[in-house]
């Protein structure tokens, strides 16, 4: 036996905090079925669109930009509606304009704005790839739910939906 080995403590608690609002149980369980279903469809969609040579990222890009006039948008507009920030953005445009999916073009007026541009490639990438994509959200989501509950589900995050927006208008 070890003697200069110390017995295993708890972690420090976290600081007390006697006015938080805990969740309960069935809070709890809700809340965490929430994330892990969460970040299991983020996966599993992902994984779905890597046939296409795509991340779930270029995706919603390359839609956001097909429904966009003239399929561009400035940068920063872009940034915002993929809730990325502009040098996450930057790096991940700079990959999919290797790829042959976007292209940056100048700002008329603006020297210093860009606008994210989708190529014929990135439109065509985008046709072959919303099929299956569609699918995959089907599948995995979709019909997981009868028609009551895909509208209890919807009135149900709607107004989270709108509150979260409401913040993010405020940042």
């Not at 892990?36 to 969609?45: P, R, T």
């Not at 699918?135 to 989270?160: C, K, T």
């Amino acid at each position: 036996m070890d003697t200069n080995a110390t017995e295993p403590t708890d972690p420090p608690a976290a600081p007390a905090a006697d006015d938080a609002p805990w969740l309960t149980a069935r809070e709890q369980r809700l809340w965490r079925a929430h994330l892990e279903v969460s970040h299991l469809l983020e996966y599993q969609l992902g994984r779905e669109l890597q046939q296409h040579d795509l991340a779930i990222n270029d995706y919603e890009i390359l839609v956001v930009l097909s429904e966009s006039p003239d399929h561009r948008m400035r940068m920063t507009d872009l940034a915002t509606a993929t809730l990325q920030s502009k040098s996450r953005l930057s790096h991940q445009i700079t990959r999919m304009e290797s790829a042959g999916l976007v292209l940056r073009q100048e700002c008329p007026g603006d020297r210093r704005g860009l606008f994210a541009h989708l190529t014929e490639q990135g439109w065509q990438t985008l046709r072959r790839a919303a099929p299956d994509h569609v699918r995959s959200v089907r599948a995995h989501f979709i019909d997981r739910f009868d028609d009551e509950q895909l509208d209890a589900l919807y009135e149900a995050l709607g107004p989270v939906a709108d509150h979260l927006r409401a913040l993010r208008g405020r940042a």
